[in-house]
Nanobody, 126 residues
Framework: QVQLVESGGGLVQPGGSLRLSCTTSRFTLDNYHIAWFRQAPGKEPEGVSCLSRIPRNTLYADSVKGRFAVSRDNASNTVYLQMHSLKPEDTAVYYC???????????????????WGKGTPVTVSS
């Protein structure tokens, strides 16, 4: 079900930064494990990050490790994906998804997530 809303995407030059947001008015995100996916044109969805409810289990894909950081703001019921040192290969539509199953989040199981957003496009280009 599409019940999450992403925002913050846009056009950015290589080396730049963007912060994506994921929120919903339907339920409390802190009760879920939150994954970020991205899908580039003509490619399958790729898992980017899993923000587990257990902080030590938070993961990042190797392709973004050290450049992206995920966090929660429970006061605003929002999850953020801070992206630095962006590269043209980061260009994609970025989706957030919520799962009750930590395993679904950790293995980036798109079909194992409970709720999804419609995505926000990120273009990295000079």
């Amino acid at each position: 079900q599409v019940q999450l809303v992403e925002s913050g995407g846009g056009l950015v030059q290589p080396g730049g930064s963007l912060r994506l947001s994921c929120t919903t008015s339907r339920f409390t995100l802190d009760n879920y494990h939150i994954a970020w996916f991205r899908q580039a044109p003509g490619k399958e969805p790729e898992g980017v990050s899993c923000l587990s409810r257990i902080p030590r289990n938070t993961l990042y894909a190797d392709s973004v490790k050290g450049r992206f950081a995920v966090s929660r703001d429970n006061a605003s019921n929002t999850v953020y994906l801070q992206m630095h040192s962006l590269k043209p290969e980061d260009t994609a539509v970025y989706y957030c998804a919520a799962a009750t199953s930590e395993n679904s989040c950790l293995i980036y199981a798109w079909n194992g997530m409970n709720y999804w957003g419609k995505g926000t496009p990120v273009t990295v280009s000079s």
